[in-house]
């Protein structure tokens, strides 16, 4: 009986660790190439380089850490289950956009309407139009079709 007793809470200690790694937010440090494009503007399309470096929460669908788009950093920045992209410079919060992701962070898509952003990559006023930035994408025909698949699920989906 004493032994069914040790092999039992060994069982479940060991159950326990491997249940806690598949829940703690992993890190990550990813790197992407993609392409910075309007929907409506067929002129307009550059190329995009995305990093990713922090902590993810696959179960909350959450991302804490820095991003950088063409070497534009964003310290601390946050992806929330609700669709939003969060930074904060001192103490002031941004809301800088939407992101669409897969649920592995493989492919995502920034749709980014906030006006400083918006001219750091592009040089040009915001004219009410979003800026998209889909990641990894070789040109704007492979971006809009990874955005229309990300967008479909809603947030960080599928």
Not at 62 to 70: A, E, H, R, T, V
């Amino acid at each position: 009986m004493k032994k069914v007793t040790i092999i039992s809470i060994i069982l479940l200690g060991l159950s326990l660790i491997i249940s806690s790694l598949f829940i703690m937010p992993i890190s990550i440090d990813y790197k992407y190439e993609g392409i910075a494009y309007q929907l409506n503007n067929s002129k307009f399309s550059q190329k995009a380089l995305i990093e990713l470096s922090g902590q993810y929460d696959k179960k909350l669908k959450k991302f804490d850490g820095q991003l950088c788009i063409n070497k534009n950093e964003f310290v601390p920045c946050f992806f929330s289950p609700a669709t939003m992209w969060i930074c904060y410079a001192g103490d002031r919060r941004y809301i800088m956009g939407q992101v669409y992701a897969t649920e592995d962070l493989k492919q995502l898509t920034f749709e980014i309407n906030n006006e400083q952003i918006y001219y750091d990559l592009t040089k040009e006023p915001y004219k009410g139009e979003n800026l998209l930035v889909t990641v990894p994408a070789n040109n704007k025909e492979e971006a809009e079709a990874i955005y229309y698949n990300l967008k479909q699920y809603g947030a960080i989906g599928k």
